[in-house]
């Protein structure tokens, strides 16, 4: 079993819809417009949301982001037959560890 956490579109981009809890936490960017300019900013928040398991970054066309419906964030679990087995709510009130769990433990 491998956990990863995948960075799709930036939720509040600075030049789109940026937030204050972004500004506080120095967390600001505008939206990417290229691939080196999302690998930078994903670099950016694993570092700084101190993220310990592997990231993947999605492609500037949002390729993952549209397939899984990811965005602003979700908690998905994929079998081994490559097929969703769970996909959460929206985070990150949408996420129950129960429920994933449950899941987890089915497979």
């Known amino acids: 079993m491998a956990f ?26 505008a939206n990417p417009r290229t691939d080196g300019e999302r690998f ?10 101190g993220i310990r398991f592997p990231a993947l970054i999605d492609g500037i ?3 993952v982001e549209r397939l899984y419906t990811g965005w602003p964030d979700r908690l998905l ?14 985070g990150p ?3 129950h560890p129960a429920q994933l769990e449950g899941a987890l433990a089915r497979l």
């Open 4 to 29: 990863y956490a995948v960075y799709i579109e930036e939720a509040h981009p600075s030049d789109i819809w940026q937030m204050q809890s972004n500004i506080r936490d120095g967390v600001v960017f």
């Open 40 to 49: 930078n900013a994903a670099e950016s928040c694993v570092r700084k949301m």
């Open 61 to 63: 066309d949002n390729t």
């Open 77 to 90: 679990l994929i079998g081994r037959d490559g097929r969703v087995v769970y996909k959460s709510e929206p």
């Open 93 to 95: 009130f949408g996420f």
